[in-house]
């Protein structure tokens, strides 16, 4: 259950990209994308996302030929298990300040490495970066979660 607001679900998973997504959905605005795009294999880069968007549950969750993530939206709150299985995936997007829970969510991104800019100090953040190569955590959150969050690489 995603709750009572709209969501968008991608009939044709065979794209290598779609177009941006509509702030608004008549005329109620899109905060959810939970599985918008799940498991669009062949996704190669996402569409830009609209502000207002608070929930990202498993928007790109199997999209394992995305090679660019979205910038995230600044009202995003959470990003549970959002590129799990992303194995393209070679670059973080940057983790905006609000963002409250983030379990799961690069979980089996083989090749993701490099630096993950953290702004945000989230309650949930287990095995966020199980699988992947982040060799360091930079930004505005805590120097507590830069140390948690780089325990859950597996290379460590």
Known sequence: DFGDKWSVLTKDKTKTSYSSLRSSICNEPLTNI????????????APALPSGITDMTYAFFGCSSLVKAPSLPDSVRILETTFGECSSLTIPPVI?????????????CNSLSGILVCNANPTNYRYALEGTKILAVDGSCSNEMKYELLKTVDAL
């Open 96 to 108: 905006p300040s609000n963002v409250e829970y983030m379990d799961c969510i690069f979980e089996s």
């Open 34 to 45: 939970c599985m918008t795009y799940i498991n669009c294999t062949a996704l190669i880069d």
